[in-house]
């Protein structure tokens, strides 16, 4: 069990103003943010980040809704990081997420859905490694 996981506020919160609000629900939960920067990636990076997904159906139109305008790229630290911070943002698909989860909140499809966590510790470092370099990460 690793201390640290990743996350990313998507285009759509970014768009609708949410950045602010979706990092003071982080901070509350009890994360540190051990790196943050906010940036606008470039089709070719979404789709770099996103490579896991290539053979899905949504894959194109995951790329294309990342790369549409600025999100806010973030490194957080709390003890079991990964497991708890899925918990935080919800399921996937807003229309399942729990009352309270980010999600819940400010997610508006299965596609804009606000928010990404990592799903493993390994994913959490290649992730995290993916935006900051060692000289970023506190
Ligand atoms: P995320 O947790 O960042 O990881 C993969 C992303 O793919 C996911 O959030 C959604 O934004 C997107 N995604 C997953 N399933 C679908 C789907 N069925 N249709 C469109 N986008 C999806």
Redesign the pocket.
């Known amino acids: 069990m690793s201390n640290r996981t990743f996350t990313?506020i998507?285009p759509d919160a970014t768009a609708n103003g949410h950045t602010g609000a979706i990092l003071a629900i982080i901070n509350a939960a009890g994360f540190r943010i051990v790196a943050l920067k906010m940036l606008h990636l470039s089709a070719e990076k979404a789709g770099e980040f996103?490579a896991v997904?290539k053979e899905?159906?949504?894959y194109g139109?995951?790329v294309e809704?990342m790369s549409r305008g600025p999100i806010s790229a973030a490194i957080l630290e709390k003890e079991n990081a990964v497991a708890d911070f899925r918990t935080l943002i919800g399921a996937?698909?807003p229309a399942q997420a729990a009352e309270g989860t980010v999600r819940k909140l400010y997610a508006t499809?299965?596609?804009?859905?606000a928010?990404?966590?990592s799903?493993s510790d390994e994913n959490a470092a290649i992730e995290g490694d993916f935006f900051f370099s060692k000289l970023e990460q506190f």
């Open positions: 990313m998507k996103y997904h899905r159906p949504f139109e995951l809704f996937t698909n499809s299965i596609g804009e859905n928010v990404h966590g799903d």
